[in-house]
């Protein structure tokens, strides 16, 4: 009878864990893969809320367990691989005290209006339909090498940063946008409002 209690237990806590693996390199030993340490949620037996793949996901429970999971992080906000709800405003005059890491996240209308980057951004591999960032201040490195933008706004952002842009892009905005030791590296644009 114990024996049984003991299996049930394992049972619950497989069926709780989110299976997004996330994909590293280390410098000392290569690539390294990691679990997602969060637990799945009702809508879903195999992931958490934010790397559930569905597009109509709890978007309150969303934003709550993100807040959860910011007011926590101290050295860096981890965002690696999550599927954010369309029309994503939520970061819209934010304030990124610390390094935000975007790598491999996907939005569908993203709005980083009027935000302010603090600390490095990493947005490699990211995924966007339509994508604002108009108004936003990059204080420090800005890795953008998204996956896919179908349409960029960059008008009135300010750019500090030694970094590239690697993207085609098929309409981008730039206008009064301020780009300081910046590359704007194999851009292809069909529309220039440089
Ligand atoms: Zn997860």
Not at 6 to 19: F, L, R, T
Not at 79 to 105: L, S, T
Not at 116 to 122: E, G, I, L, V
């Amino acid at each position: 009878m114990e024996y049984e209690i003991v299996k049930y237990v394992i049972q619950i806590q497989d069926m709780g864990k989110c299976s997004y693996v996330l994909i590293d390199r280390d410098e000392k030993e290569g690539r390294i893969e990691k679990s997602c340490p969060h637990e799945t949620w009702e809508g879903s037996n195999k992931f958490c809320i934010f790397h559930d793949p569905s597009l109509d996901k709890d978007r309150d429970l969303f934003i709550q367990k993100l807040e959860e999971q910011m007011q926590i992080e101290t050295e860096i906000h981890s965002f690696v691989g999550y599927i954010f709800p369309e029309n994503w405003n939520y970061f819209k005059n934010y304030k990124f005290k610390i390094p935000v890491d975007f790598n491999g996240a996907i939005f569908q209308n993203a709005s980083f209006r009027n935000a302010t980057f603090q600390k490095d951004a990493d947005f490699r591999e990211t995924t966007f339909r339509d994508l604002t960032m108009n108004g936003t201040v990059f204080k420090e490195n800005l890795d953008f090498k998204p996956k896919q933008v179908k349409n960029l706004d960059l008008r009135n952002s300010k750019f500090f940063f030694m970094g590239m842009i690697t993207t085609s892009l098929k309409m981008a905005k730039f206008h009064n946008s301020f780009l300081k030791k910046c590359f704007l590296h194999r851009l292809s644009m069909a529309q220039k409002n440089l």
